[in-house]
């Protein structure tokens, strides 16, 4: 079955640090690539939607599905500290009739003054 | 109302309560999800019902039980509940078959179980 791992949190980065937060995953279905954020006690919201080798950028950040080696790495190039959040990674294999998402386990972020 | 709506947003409830969780979404899409939310594993998909139908079960306890009665309108009925179920249960809507398939979480209903 499809399967998402996410960097190990929590990630701890000072304000205007670049960010990476790694996603790599599994499927055997051409797939939908997606970030949720969740701040603290909200619902998580969609960040970015892509389909394969389509880069998508929101907010500041931005990732670009790589196929040759099944990631969707996060990316910011200055952090802010409202950017504090848990941030999912997720896909949508193709063979798949309810659309469901298979999430990460989630990567934690802390941005300090 | 706007997106996905849920009520109680907060619940504390004894073990031996029957309670019920509502989610509503306002988004005219046709698939409907819970998910349970805990610290220790973030996002579970509990069910998942697609144009009424129920099409995931994820190997849920019998004390959840979902029931979608229209495209727009979920519940999870509660009973015999464990303090292990205590979580934040969310629910989301889709739209399948359109190109992206995102989904749209609401905010959720908080349960305290005692």
Redesign the interface.
Known sequence: GDSVTQTEGPVTLPERAALTLNCTYQSSYST?L?WYVQYLN?????LL?S?ENQETDSRGFQASPIKSDSSFHLEKPSVQLSDSA?Y?CAL?GDNN?????T?G??TRLMVKP | ETGVTQTPRHLVMGMTNKKSLKCEQHLGHNAMYWYKQSAKKPLELMFVYSLEERVENNSVPSRFSPECPNSSHLFLHLHTLQPEDSALYLCASSQVARASYEQYFGPGTRLTVT
């Open positions: 939908f997606f909200k619902e998580p919201e969609l939607k389909s848990v999912y949508r009739a309810g659309n469901m998402l999430f386990g989630g």
